[in-house]
């Protein structure tokens, strides 16, 4: 807020121009490190065929970088509707890997969004970038840099987090407090 008269011009305000380059993550991680990452090319939308492939090649990852967990994991999803869509869930089905899934409105749940793009965007702030390698460079030094006991940290937080939203039973919640309408 500021003093000025009837007369006086509005004050200037500095923007923000959008970027001009823009590239998409998809990435998978457990407790120990980043199990699959895949740049998603530019132009194309992730839709169920695209992500379908996706979970394909993510699972022969599983198979041959974690194969103590290749027979049974649980994939946690957010609540994006290609998540959803019925061909992505019969395919994770026939594949017999089970889905942990997302109470709606509950982006604090999901490990991307309250850990993992943390520590990139981090690392990456003020930084300007000319080209999409080069964002996907900065973004991969960060994510590789990024040490396993983050990675456990993360998982008891997801634990913690979880265990508020069952005990808040549906109710709404910020951080540690169930807001209670009356």
């Not at 008891?156 to 951080?175: I, L, N, P, S």
Request: with cysteine.
């Amino acid at each position: 807020m500021e003093w000025r008269s009837k007369g006086s011009p509005r004050p200037k305000k500095a923007r923000m121009s959008k970027s001009k380059v823009k590239c998409m993550l998809v990435c998978f991680f457990d407790s120990m490190r980043i199990v699959h990452k895949e740049w998603v090319p530019a132009g194309q939308t992730v839709n169920r065929y695209y992500y379908k492939d996706f979970l394909e090649r993510l699972r022969k990852r599983v198979i041959r970088v974690r194969p103590n967990i290749a027979t049974y994991w649980i994939l946690h999803h957010d609540n994006v509707p290609v998540h959803a869509v019925f061909s992505v869930t019969q395919f994770l089905t026939s594949k017999g890997i089970a889905v942990m899934p997302q109470p709606p409105y509950s982006p604090d749940l999901t490990p991307c969004d309250f850990f993992l793009f943390q520590k990139a965007k981090l690392t990456m702030k003020g930084h300007h970038f000319e080209s999409t390698e080069d964002i996907q460079r900065s973004v991969m030094q960060a994510l590789n840099d990024i040490l396993q006991a983050a990675f456990q940290e993360c998982y008891k937080q997801w634990h913690d987090r979880w265990k508020t939203c069952v005990q808040a039973q549906g109710m709404y919640f910020e951080g540690d407090r169930i807001l209670v309408d009356e």
